[in-house]
């Protein structure tokens, strides 16, 4: 049966985000304030380098948690609390299982989103992350329940996400800095959407046998 591997899910994340960050930029500089992109390249960058050295020996769940905190203590921007809280919560919910299958990426999913709405208590419409995130983690539950090869669960949770990325913008941002550009916000691309799209992607480069 097919795991995820946490390193190589930050790996995959931080080498996606790099090539993206500009277009990241561009669209945090429409609605916010440009430092999308950077902040987590800063973020993922430290993730990765953290694993590299302290993650020998350690079972998924607190290699989650790991990263989480690292992302929280290098991300100045609300998105570094948003993904850390999100990788904490997910961490937790892996436990001290040893490999991450699907049934247990799709309750750490869950347990990512959980923690996310109740740090930025966004819904669905408020044109954020949760755009993204809500419609691949429930894409991701029903493929791993049909039985579905964790690839293409994770493949469907992808295009779910792009989906909810793309439906952000004839959005009125309603959380975030966003918000404060009223009907201003309509007609962009949310870039925590969009870059929810690339980290879930990277899941799907991250499946070991
Ligand atoms: P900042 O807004 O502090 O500059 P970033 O630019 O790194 O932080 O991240 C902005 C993204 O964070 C937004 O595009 C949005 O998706 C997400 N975000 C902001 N506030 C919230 C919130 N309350 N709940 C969920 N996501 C949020
Ligand atoms: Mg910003």
Same mark, same amino acid.
Do not use: C
């Given at each position: 049966?097919?795991?995820?591997?946490?390193?190589? !899910?930050?790996?995959?994340?931080?080498?996606? *985000?790099?090539?993206?960050?500009?277009? +990241?930029?561009?669209?945090?500089?429409? *609605?916010?304030?440009?430092?999308?992109?950077?902040?987590?390249?800063?973020?993922?960058?430290?993730?990765?380098?953290?694993?590299?050295?302290? &993650?020998?020996?350690?079972?998924?769940?607190?290699?989650?948690?790991?990263?989480?905190?690292? %992302?929280?203590?290098?991300? #100045?921007?609300? &998105?570094?609390? %948003? !993904? =850390?809280?999100?990788?904490?919560?997910? =961490?937790?919910?892996?436990?001290?299982?040893? /490999?991450?299958? #699907?049934?247990? +990426? @799709?309750?750490?999913?869950?347990?990512?989103?959980?923690?996310?709405?109740?740090? #930025?208590?966004?819904?669905?419409?408020?044109?954020?992350?949760?755009?993204?995130?809500?419609?691949?983690?429930?894409?991701?539950?029903? @493929?791993?329940?049909?039985?579905?090869? +964790?690839?293409?669960? +994770?493949?469907?949770?992808?295009?779910?996400?792009?989906?909810?990325?793309? &439906? /952000?913008?004839?959005?009125?941002?309603?959380?975030?800095?966003?918000?404060?550009? #009223?009907?201003?916000?309509?007609?962009?691309?949310?870039?925590?959407?969009?870059?929810?799209?690339? %980290?879930?992607?990277?899941? =799907?480069?991250?499946?070991?046998?």
């Amino acid at each position: 049966m097919s795991t995820v591997s946490v390193n190589a !899910w930050m790996q995959a994340a931080f080498a996606v *985000i790099t090539a993206e960050a500009d277009h +990241l930029t561009r669209l945090d500089s429409a *609605i916010g304030d440009g430092d999308h992109g950077l902040n987590l390249k800063r973020g993922f960058q430290a993730v990765v380098a953290k694993l590299a050295t302290d &993650s020998d020996g350690l079972p998924p769940g607190r290699r989650l948690i790991l990263a989480g905190k690292t %992302l929280v203590s290098t991300v #100045g921007g609300a &998105s570094g609390p %948003l !993904w =850390g809280t999100a990788l904490r919560r997910a =961490g937790r919910s892996v436990g001290d299982a040893e /490999t991450l299958d #699907g049934p247990a +990426l @799709a309750d750490a999913l869950d347990a990512a989103l959980a923690g996310v709405v109740e740090l #930025g208590s966004a819904e669905v419409g408020d044109k954020t992350m949760v755009d993204a995130l809500t419609p691949a983690t429930h894409a991701l539950r029903a @493929a791993v329940e049909a039985g579905k090869p +964790l690839a293409d669960a +994770l493949s469907a949770a992808a295009e779910a996400a792009a989906e909810g990325a793309r &439906s /952000t913008v004839p959005m009125q941002a309603r959380k975030g800095r966003a918000s404060y550009l #009223g009907e201003r916000s309509i007609g962009h691309e949310d870039p925590g959407a969009a870059s929810t799209v690339l %980290l879930i992607a990277a899941l =799907g480069r991250a499946l070991e046998d």
